[in-house]
């Protein structure tokens, strides 16, 4: 069975270090993406096959990598919602800022902090992710319980 894909989308180098290290050890193939841009030029490159695996779309809000701001998360979520192979894949939004005049697809779930395991695997249970049983209850034992090793230190 082929791995599923994530993409992280997030200016800060050190959150997608982390989360692609989590959503390894949950079994996942991870592409980073940098900016809403990034991530969208990405994602129309992905062969069918790979766009087939691919299980959700993690993004930040607010990228402060001196680009402009069509490039932020709501811009990727807008241009997503346009792409037929990839309106409907689900999109994690990780933001606290209120976006009144956005009309939110129904794959689009915004959650405020996503900064530990625990937030991260409760977003992809709540996005309906496919997840290996075995490998989650082997993530929050080590992760997000923080048990054996001291793994929770270095988040």
């Known amino acids: 069975m082929e791995k599923l894909i994530v993409c992280i989308v997030d200016d800060n180098p050190d959150y997608r270090k982390n989360w692609s290290r989590w959503l390894n050890e949950l079994g996942f193939s991870v592409i ?3 900016d809403g841009k990034h991530a969208y030029d990405k994602l129309t490159k992905l062969t069918a096959k790979e766009s087939a695996s691919l299980a959700v779309i993690i993004t930040d809000e607010n990228m402060k990598c001196g680009k402009p701001e069509r ?4 811009w990727l979520i807008s241009q997503l919602a346009s792409n037929e192979q990839l309106k ?19 794959n689009v779930l915004k959650f405020k902090k996503l900064n530990t395991p625990g937030s991260l695997l409760m977003a992809l249970k709540s996005a309906r992710v496919e997840l290996d049983p075995g490998l989650c209850a082997f ?3 080590y992760f997000v319980n923080n048990q054996n090793l001291g793994l929770g230190r270095d988040y």
Do not use: C, D, R, Y
């Not at 490039?71 to 709501?74: A, K, L, V």
């Not at 409907?88 to 697809?105: C, D, F, R």
């Open 139 to 141: 993530f929050e034992k």
């Open 71 to 74: 490039e932020n998360g709501s």
């Open 88 to 106: 409907t894949i689900p999109v994690i939004w990780n933001t606290g800022a209120e976006h009144p005049k956005m009309q939110l697809a129904e």
């Open 32 to 34: 980073e993406a940098f």
